[in-house]
């Protein structure tokens, strides 16, 4: 008898966790106000190169708070992002971006090529790259777990344009 009991306890314990998982991946609202509501930075360090004239290049650490996102947008950049702690969801509507996984130790597994469309989940030591100047890469990301998550991006961006530029499904900036 104890055997059935602890057998169906099991089982929904795995499925309670399996929600869980489930409702921490959410992407951001498809009618959410563009913004990036629980996100918050901080510049690390930066310099600008003097071998790209106009050019800043600057290291920032992402905190995530759980159920937080960035809405569709796009950076006059060149950037990596790569996930420290947690998971962070990433997704690209039109662009190309290059995921690399971690091994755990040692070199990165070989580069992963997104295809529009696609969506991954970056764990601890996963990156994400884009240069735009293959143009512009709409995407969003989000905390894909449930608790916070961290991400050290670094961005290589020209200085006289807006950092970051919110987009309609369309691809027209928004306010």
Known sequence: ?????LMLTLVLALLGMLATTTLAQDRPPADATPGAPGVSVVVLSGLDPSNADGQ?????????????????HTHPAAFIICTQSGSIGFSIQSGAAIVTRSTGVGTPTAAEPMAVGDEVILEPRDCVAVDETEGGTI???WNAS??????????LFDRDLPGRTFVNDMGTPVA
């Open 139 to 141: 995407h969003t990301a």
């Open 146 to 155: 449930d608790t916070p998550a961290i991400t050290i991006e670094t961005y």
């Open 1 to 5: 008898m104890a055997r059935p009991a």
């Open 56 to 72: 800043g290049l600057e290291m920032r650490e992402f905190t995530w708070e759980p159920g937080s996102y960035v809405t569709p």
